[in-house]
């Protein structure tokens, strides 16, 4: 009897422990699962959001996929979410037509606009091209809105670092938050200049916000360098292994804004003779592929080891296209009469392989880099750059057409839309509002 009793008591036993435990298991099961599916539902208008990660990484933007890989390396993200996220790319999407649409700024009313991209003042005739805005496929962005993105920047301090194109994108920010102010005055140009192709440093500041948005000419991010062979000539070089020196200016700001792109694709650079340079090391000959690699390597080092990620919010904003035909940049290439975007994206190009080194390099830093990968809503604009529209007056024979920068109000407003959304996102982390 006693083994008896024994043993069904030892199978009670069994048998209420398989039950707790399978109890423990669908309670586990259900909040693990609630957990990633929450953030989701309470973001509906913007899905793909990530949970905030425990750990206090600073919140992911949903286009970013290897940021995402990221997070989840830290253990703090599932693969669940990351579906939900994958499935709503900010950047991939089409432009669509709105001919109610208002620019963020009207044509010709800001004076920040350089020269170079204000085809309106340059007398381009059309308007089609401003009456389109981008839309992702699997989600909604917010539209931008400058006094609200104002007051997320109150105190603070954005960086554009890179090279015409930032300048480009730079412009467009400014003035896009500029037009939301009742008293145009209230903003201005530190130094007070009216251009800015010139300087390497230019800052705008919104005196009522205290904020400021300043541009930091780096072309290449590392450093352009001057080398004295043994016959004491001196030539040019682009030093791989050094960063480029402005970064005193900007490693403490609150937001930073880098890219690198067209200029590895001109002519000394591209060609890779005798330019690329590490330590006291001229290579005679270096492809371009490695030498950007290399170059975004430095990069990628200095901000590992010099921004603190809890303070500055480090964006790369990815390849711009360009749409010359016939010919490139210096040789008679054109865009001009393009008054309509691709809408068949068969015929967009390759995603570029300096984006895909971009990528790879960045999947290996520590620092969490929000990548602004415009590329693909950049290559369906061949309507939107300036052209013949690059200077006042006709060009005269033998002038160059822009078919690499956009014409301001443009296609980088739609950048800073969703710059602006990301920051809308991560209200918690940046917002007072
Ligand atoms: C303005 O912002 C800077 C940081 O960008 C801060 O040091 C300063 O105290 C702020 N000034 C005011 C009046 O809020
Ligand atoms: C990083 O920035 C945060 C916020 O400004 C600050 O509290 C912290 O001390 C900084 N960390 C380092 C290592 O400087
Ligand atoms: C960036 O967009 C391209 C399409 O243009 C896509 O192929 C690529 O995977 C995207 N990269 C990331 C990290 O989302």
Same mark, same amino acid.
């Given at each position: 009897m006693d083994t008896l009793s024994n043993l069904s008591e030892s199978k009670t036993h069994y048998f209420f422990t398989i039950i707790f435990t399978l109890i423990l298991l669908i309670f586990f099961f259900f909040f693990s699962a609630s957990d990633d599916t929450s953030p989701a539902i309470s973001y509906r208008s913007l899905p793909g959001h990530l949970p905030s990660p425990p750990n206090r990484l600073p919140p992911v933007f949903p286009g970013a996929r290897f940021a995402s890989k990221l997070v989840s390396r830290n253990g703090a993200n599932s693969g669940r979410a990351e579906e939900k996220m994958d499935s709503c790319d900010v950047f991939d999407g089409r432009w669509v037509v709105d001919q109610d649409l208002d620019p963020f700024y009207k044509q010709g009313s800001c004076p920040f606009v350089d020269d170079a991209f204000n085809c309106f003042k340059n007398g381009r005739p059309d308007s089609d091209y401003l009456k389109l805005k981008w839309k992702p496929h699997?989600?909604?962005i917010p539209r931008f809105n400058g006094l609200k993105m104002l007051k997320m920047l109150r105190g603070k301090r954005m960086v554009f670092v890179g090279d015409s194109l930032n300048r480009n994108m730079w412009e467009s920010l400014v003035c896009s938050l500029r037009a939301s102010l009742v008293d145009k005055t209230r903003v201005f140009e530190v130094s007070d200049r009216r251009q800015f192709r010139s300087q390497g440093f230019y800052s705008f500041k919104f005196k009522d916000f205290n904020c400021s948005i300043d541009f930091i000419k780096s072309p290449f991010l590392v450093q352009e360098w001057k080398f004295s062979d043994k016959a004491g000539t001196r030539r040019e070089t682009l030093r791989l292994d050094m960063? +480029? @020196?402005?970064?005193?200016?900007y490693y403490d700001a609150d937001f930073i804004v880098f890219n690198t792109g067209h200029w590895w694709t001109h002519q000394k650079t591209f060609?890779?003779?005798?330019?690329?340079? +590490? @330590?006291?090391?001229?290579?005679?000959k270096l492809e371009v592929a490695e030498a950007y690699k290399r170059a975004l390597s430095t990069w990628a080092r200095w901000v590992d080891s010099n921004i603190n990620s809890t303070r500055t919010t480090v964006f790369f904003r990815g390849y711009s296209a360009s749409h010359f035909k016939g010919g490139q940049w210096n040789s008679g290439g054109s865009c001009d009469g393009e008054t309509k975007p691709i809408t068949n994206e068969a015929h967009l190009a390759p995603y570029p392989w300096?984006?895909?080194?971009?990528?790879?390099?960045?999947?290996?830093?520590k620092t969490k880099v929000i990548y602004l990968n415009i590329t693909k809503m950049t290559d369906y604009r061949k309507d939107?750059?300036?052209?013949?529209?690059?200077?006042a007056g006709s060009m005269g024979r033998g002038g160059f057409q822009d078919c690499s920068h956009w014409c301001l109000p443009g296609v980088p407003d739609y950048w800073n839309e969703v710059l602006y959304a990301v920051l809308v996102k991560n209200q918690r982390k940046f917002g007072r509002d």
């Open positions: 699997a989600c909604e960063m +480029e @020196g402005s970064y005193d200016k060609k890779g003779k005798n330019y690329f340079q +590490e @330590g006291d090391h001229i290579y005679t300096m984006m895909r080194v971009l990528e790879s390099v960045l999947s290996q830093m939107g750059h300036p052209s013949v529209f690059r200077q």
